[in-house]
């Protein structure tokens, strides 16, 4: 190609660029730059344009603040278990519905509904279920017997955290199965017609080919689903508001931003929050290997 | 080593028979071919020998045993996919060793017979190396040697080669036959590649929509054709057919064709509904002096051979096969084919070709 041809080529491509390069400056540089430029200042949200530099004073004090630790704590608590038992039912689901069995397709379309459903619908249809006098859980148990009063699900501190967890799995589960199940369908069929003639025992061809070779698309699923999680603040916030037993750090910086008008404060935890998702995503992309798992 | 049978195997994926009443008895060390064209069954029916795919109905036999319940893996046959299916995360070396991993057998044991058969493919120095890191035919060396290496008593060959260029294509044909005379193991390889069902086969199985067109060594498939498919199928370029009636015109009782063809009528035989010649058995004369007349359309140089294009009136066109290229001159002007009698198939309107004496000189020729 000559090099008027490369240049042409070259400006046609800034061109078709220029849309994108426009909405992403107002949608994200702009906002991003705001929070980041506020959190080394003291500004309250009723009027921003009221402050002064304070440095790094508001990152120093959410990192001294013990609640923000407590967050931080309920995040990874809420994150891994989560995630891993969505991990581990996800495959567990998806397996089974790419066997051919009947009702496959039914199957598959009834599995997404719970992940069509908003979070804040599902968290109230879950909350009603679960409510302690009126739920239609608490009913069940007490006819089948297994327990005599109704249990106060989300209003007792030790149980609330499991209850998030539980409606969490219930609904992305889903998606996990998704993913999953994509990855298994791009696997070779002969692939596993070859370990069949060759004799592999079914849980060997499950370790050493299924899962090796899944590694690439359950990957991709536990980086989303992780991502998903560290910053959850729907499910939370709508079943416990500011209980500080599932507090996530979304909750928290929202709390410091709204409720206490901090913006300076505020915006200081949104970037924790950033830094946070930001290292957490290093780490498994580094321990999933998913730069080097694409090629095959 | 074994001998393998079917005995009226069918397969019906829902109401879709793929599979239609196939009978058949592979001697234990034989080479067996199924060819046929793509949908015609022929990788069901080696999936049906392997235990991939249960048979709807009829019987299996594998060394004398009937296996049709018995699951793949405890057959005692390998599978070599067109595909290759190598396992992708692992080195050349587990990936032909895998299957011995679970058998019990000692890691240095493993080693040395992965060694071994490594050595005997020209792929040793690759070992160490991932399935992506090789090309095709690297590729499907491994795959063989993953066969060969749990010794099984029957190899099945699902297009091994397709997916390689011609030139590696030749070669790795010429090794799979040398690995035949080896072994002497039995062997059943499917193609659609009619040139490599010929040169590989001790024994070719014709199939077409689920049936068996034909069984027969690869001469007998050529010079003695059951019908119409196994006549146009073997055989490249493809058989020239054009049709025919039984009739009468100035010469007398005949055959009559289009292009003022005409052949005696063979006594005591069904009056055959079409005619099919070979292109090397055509010869060019000029117009008016052959059996009939045609318009020369093109001619393709190949180098050491030419291909001449005819154009029937009324009919179809037919191939010529030539060693020396007709005369420019001629295209696209008027010339006469001939061909002898011998040389003539006749099938009837069913497509089964209608047996005339001279098959007997044939059946000779073919034995010898």
């Given at each position: 190609?000559?090099?008027?041809?490369?240049?042409?080529?070259?400006?046609?491509?800034?061109?078709?660029?220029?849309?994108?390069?426009?909405?992403?400056?107002?949608?994200?540089?702009?906002?991003?730059?705001?929070?980041?430029?506020?959190?080394?200042?003291?500004?309250?949200?009723?009027?921003?344009?009221?402050?002064?530099?304070?440095?790094?004073?508001?990152?120093?004090?959410?990192?001294?603040?013990?609640?923000?630790?407590?967050?931080?704590?309920?995040?990874?608590?809420?994150?891994?278990?989560?995630?891993?038992?969505?991990?581990?039912?996800?495959?567990?689901?998806?397996?089974?519905?790419?066997?051919?069995?009947?009702?496959?397709?039914?199957?598959?379309?009834?599995?997404?509904?719970?992940?069509?459903?908003?979070?804040?619908?599902?968290?109230?249809?879950?909350?009603?279920?679960?409510?302690?006098?009126?739920?239609?859980?608490?009913?069940?148990?007490?006819?089948?017997?297994?327990?005599?009063?109704?249990?106060?699900?989300?209003?007792?501190?030790?149980?609330?955290?499991?209850?998030?967890?539980?409606?969490?799995?219930?609904?992305?589960?889903?998606?996990?199965?998704?993913?999953?199940?994509?990855?298994?369908?791009?696997?070779?069929?002969?692939?596993?017609?070859?370990?069949?003639?060759?004799?592999?025992?079914?849980?060997?061809?499950?370790?050493?080919?299924?899962?090796?070779?899944?590694?690439?698309?359950?990957?991709?699923?536990?980086?989303?689903?992780?991502?998903?999680?560290?910053?959850?603040?729907?499910?939370?916030?709508?079943?416990?508001?500011?209980?500080?037993?599932?507090?996530?750090?979304?909750?928290?910086?929202?709390?410091?931003?709204?409720?206490?008008?901090?913006?300076?404060?505020?915006?200081?935890?949104?970037?924790?929050?950033?830094?946070?998702?930001?290292?957490?995503?290093?780490?498994?992309?580094?321990?999933?290997?998913?730069?080097?798992?694409?090629?095959? | 080593?074994?001998?393998?049978?079917?005995?009226?195997?069918?397969?019906?994926?829902?109401?879709?028979?793929?599979?239609?009443?196939?009978?058949?008895?592979?001697?234990?060390?034989?080479?067996?071919?199924?060819?046929?064209?793509?949908?015609?069954?022929?990788?069901?029916?080696?999936?049906?020998?392997?235990?991939?795919?249960?048979?709807?109905?009829g019987t299996v036999r594998i060394g004398g045993d009937d296996v049709t319940d018995v699951p793949a893996a405890k057959r005692g046959v390998a599978f070599v996919f067109q595909s290759y299916a190598l396992y992708p995360h692992m080195t050349v070396a587990r990936n032909i060793g895998f299957a011995l991993e679970t058998m019990g057998i000692k890691r240095d044991a493993i080693a040395r017979k992965v060694e071994t058969v490594a050595r005997m493919l020209k792929v040793d120095h690759l070992l160490q190396r991932r399935p992506r890191e090789l090309s095709g035919g690297q590729r499907q060396r491994v795959a063989i040697g993953r066969a060969l290496v749990r010794q099984p008593d029957i190899f099945l060959f699902d297009e091994p080669l397709s997916n390689l260029d011609a030139d590696l294509r030749m070669e790795m044909r010429m090794e799979i036959a040398r690995l035949h005379e080896d072994l002497r193991t039995t062997m059943i390889y499917v193609t659609h590649d009619q040139s490599e069902a010929m040169t590989l086969a001790d024994r070719i199985v014709v199939l077409n929509h689920g049936r068996v067109e034909q069984i027969g060594t690869p001469s007998e498939l050529?010079?003695?054709?059951?019908?119409?498919?196994?006549?146009?199928?073997?055989?490249?370029?493809?058989?020239?057919?054009?049709?025919?009636?039984?009739?009468?015109?100035?010469?007398?009782?005949?055959?009559?064709?289009?292009?003022?063809?005409?052949?005696?009528?063979?006594?005591?035989?069904?009056?055959?509904?079409?005619?099919?010649?070979?292109?090397?058995?055509?010869?060019?004369?000029?117009?008016?002096?052959?059996?009939?007349?045609?318009?020369?359309?093109?001619?393709?140089?190949?180098?050491?051979?030419?291909?001449?294009?005819?154009?029937?009136?009324?009919?179809?066109?037919?191939?010529?096969?030539?060693?020396?290229?007709?005369?420019?001159?001629?295209?696209?002007?008027?010339?006469?084919?001939?061909?002898?009698?011998?040389?003539?198939?006749?099938?009837?309107?069913?497509?089964?070709?209608?047996?005339?004496?001279?098959?007997?000189?044939?059946?000779?020729?073919?034995?010898?």
């Amino acid at each position: 190609m000559s090099a008027r041809l490369a240049r042409r080529d070259h400006r046609a491509a800034w061109f078709f660029l220029l849309p994108v390069i426009a909405a992403m400056l107002v949608v994200a540089v702009w906002p991003l730059g705001r929070t980041f430029f506020f959190a080394f200042t003291d500004a309250y949200l009723d009027d921003p344009s009221v402050y002064t530099m304070v440095g790094l004073a508001n990152f120093l004090e959410v990192f001294n603040d013990p609640s923000w630790w407590l967050a931080v704590r309920n995040t990874l608590v809420f994150t891994v278990i989560s995630v891993s038992i969505e991990t581990v039912l996800g495959l567990a689901i998806a397996l089974l519905i790419n066997d051919a069995i009947p009702g496959r397709g039914l199957a598959r379309a009834a599995i997404l509904v719970p992940w069509a459903i908003p979070v804040v619908v599902a968290t109230k249809i879950w909350e009603w279920m679960l409510n302690d006098q009126f739920g239609v859980i608490n009913k069940v148990l007490i006819e089948l017997g297994l327990i005599d009063h109704g249990v106060a699900w989300t209003a007792s501190g030790s149980l609330i955290m499991g209850v998030v967890i539980f409606i969490d799995v219930w609904m992305t589960t889903p998606f996990m199965v998704l993913l999953i199940l994509a990855g298994l369908q791009m696997l070779s069929h002969e692939i596993f017609e070859a370990a069949a003639v060759d004799g592999i025992p079914a849980w060997k061809r499950f370790w050493s080919i299924t899962l090796p070779m899944l590694r690439p698309a359950i990957g991709v699923a536990v980086l989303f689903r992780s991502l998903d999680a560290l910053r959850m603040f729907d499910l939370s916030y709508v079943l416990a508001g500011s209980n500080e037993k599932v507090m996530t750090v979304s909750i928290y910086a929202r709390d410091r931003l709204i409720s206490f008008q901090e913006l300076g404060v505020g915006s200081a935890a949104s970037t924790w929050v950033f830094l946070l998702v930001a290292l957490v995503a290093i780490i498994l992309i580094g321990a999933l290997r998913l730069d080097k798992a694409a090629g095959h | 080593m074994a001998s393998v049978s079917m005995e009226s195997v069918s397969k019906n994926f829902g109401t879709h028979k793929v599979i239609q009443d196939v009978n058949l008895a592979i001697k234990d060390g034989e080479f067996v071919v199924f060819v046929g064209p793509s949908g015609c069954g022929k990788s069901t029916l080696l999936r049906i020998v392997a235990g991939l795919i249960s048979a709807s109905s009829g019987t299996v036999r594998i060394g004398g045993d009937d296996v049709t319940d018995v699951p793949a893996a405890k057959r005692g046959v390998a599978f070599v996919f067109q595909s290759y299916a190598l396992y992708p995360h692992m080195t050349v070396a587990r990936n032909i060793g895998f299957a011995l991993e679970t058998m019990g057998i000692k890691r240095d044991a493993i080693a040395r017979k992965v060694e071994t058969v490594a050595r005997m493919l020209k792929v040793d120095h690759l070992l160490q190396r991932r399935p992506r890191e090789l090309s095709g035919g690297q590729r499907q060396r491994v795959a063989i040697g993953r066969a060969l290496v749990r010794q099984p008593d029957i190899f099945l060959f699902d297009e091994p080669l397709s997916n390689l260029d011609a030139d590696l294509r030749m070669e790795m044909r010429m090794e799979i036959a040398r690995l035949h005379e080896d072994l002497r193991t039995t062997m059943i390889y499917v193609t659609h590649d009619q040139s490599e069902a010929m040169t590989l086969a001790d024994r070719i199985v014709v199939l077409n929509h689920g049936r068996v067109e034909q069984i027969g060594t690869p001469s007998e498939l050529y010079h003695r054709p059951d019908n119409r498919f196994v006549a146009g199928f073997i055989g490249s370029p493809r058989m020239n057919f054009l049709p025919v009636k039984a009739g009468a015109d100035d010469r007398g009782e005949g055959v009559l064709g289009p292009g003022g063809l005409w052949l005696p009528r063979v006594a005591n035989l069904a009056a055959p509904a079409e005619i099919g010649v070979r292109p090397e058995a055509l010869r060019i004369l000029p117009a008016g002096t052959g059996r009939f007349d045609c318009v020369l359309e093109r001619v393709e140089d190949l180098g050491h051979e030419h291909f001449a294009y005819c154009r029937i009136a009324g009919g179809p066109i037919w191939v010529i096969r030539l060693a020396a290229s007709p005369e420019q001159s001629l295209i696209g002007k008027a010339v006469a084919l001939s061909f002898e009698d011998h040389s003539i198939f006749f099938f009837a309107a069913d497509g089964e070709r209608i047996a005339v004496p001279s098959d007997k000189t044939d059946a000779r020729r073919a034995i010898r």
